[in-house]
């Protein structure tokens, strides 16, 4: 169905990447990399005019499509349209994504939907698209976008929590499925970057309750006036980091992206290792009693 590729464009040296969500952000950073690297890029973003300024050192690197994850079709379409292009798709980076801030109850039933449609079922809807291509080739690497907020829950973003939680459920089970078929899943977990994540990206829930105020509130609050615009993180250095993982031949399941990342969620992990710990005993006293074989 699609044009095969010669063997300059099979050589690891020169891989094909399909990124969404280029217009900012990790997406726009990693695009620059990976154009930078010599690399070929599918880069994709909602307005196709944000690609504008996109430029490669040579133009037969790049080939720029609109995508809006959440159409289905539309993402059907970008994939034939990279193979058309290129003949291949190496390195597929499920980036595009945003968050909504507001207490649980504060969030509508719409917002939340809104939520998972982009976060979850739009990564879906892409990697659905592109897994027919990555088994036929019998090789390639998927990179989900996860977060430091897919491992540790902060209150004010639940919703978003529990969308990067599910990215990183179906991921772990994805990465089993597809590795005897060759292909790498590697979950990317960073902290805080200076993107425009928490600036015109982030949805904030339309109902207000008070009584979350000293909560959830609190945590909008200090996230716009004092995270925005002096988070650590550098994304240019993150798509350095992941240039890195993708090029090693045993990538990680789960790529942590800064100290404040790795310290969280060591953190959490701890917590839960002692609670588990603390309440063994009850854990384990829930199974039938064991029935010896010779008395049946
Ligand atoms: N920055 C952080 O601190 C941080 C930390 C952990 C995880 N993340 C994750 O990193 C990913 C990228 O975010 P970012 O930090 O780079 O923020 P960003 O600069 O706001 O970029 C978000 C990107 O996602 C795109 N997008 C949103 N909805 C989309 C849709 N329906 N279809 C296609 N593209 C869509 C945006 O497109 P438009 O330009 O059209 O809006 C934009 O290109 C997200 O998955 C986010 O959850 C960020």
């Known amino acids: 169905m699609f044009q095969t590729h010669d063997k300059a464009i099979n050589s690891s040296s020169s891989r094909i990447w399909f990124i969404t969500g280029s217009s900012t952000g990790f997406g726009r950073a990693l695009a620059e990399a990976v154009l930078a690297h010599g690399d070929r890029l599918v880069a994709t973003a909602r307005h196709l005019e944000q690609l504008q300024s996109l430029s490669a050192p040579s133009p037969e690197q790049l080939l720029t499509l609109a995508l809006d994850v959440t159409n289905e079709a539309q993402c059907q379409e970008a994939v034939t349209q990279a193979m058309e292009r290129f003949g291949q798709i190496d390195v597929l980076v499920n980036n595009a994504g945003y968050g909504l801030f507001g207490a649980i109850e504060e969030t509508s039933a719409l917002e939340v939907r809104q939520q998972f449609e982009t976060n979850v079922f739009g990564l879906l809807n892409v990697t659905r698209a592109a897994l027919p291509i990555l088994r036929a080739q019998r090789r390639g690497h998927i990179l989900m976008m ?115 990342a790795l310290e969280m969620m060591r953190k959490k992990l701890d917590e839960v290792s002692q609670e588990w710990k603390t309440w063994e005993a009850t854990s384990i006293a829930t199974a039938f009693p064991t029935t010896p074989k010779e008395s049946l």
């Open 146 to 260: 996860s977060s430091i907020g897919g491992f540790v829950s902060f209150m004010g973003m639940g919703m978003y929590n529990a969308s990067k939680r599910a990215v990183e459920g179906l991921s772990d089970a994805l990465a089993q499925e597809i590795a005897p078929l060759g292909i790498h899943l590697t979950i990317i977990e960073p902290g805080l970057f200076r993107t425009d994540f928490t600036g015109r990206s982030l949805k904030v829930a339309e109902r207000k309750i008070e009584d979350y105020a000293q909560t959830s509130g609190m945590v909008l609050d200090y996230t716009t006036k004092n995270i925005h615009g002096h988070e650590p993180g550098d994304p240019a250095l993150a798509a350095a980091a992941i240039l890195k993982v993708v090029e090693h031949p045993q990538p990680p399941l789960r790529l942590a992206l800064g100290a404040d």
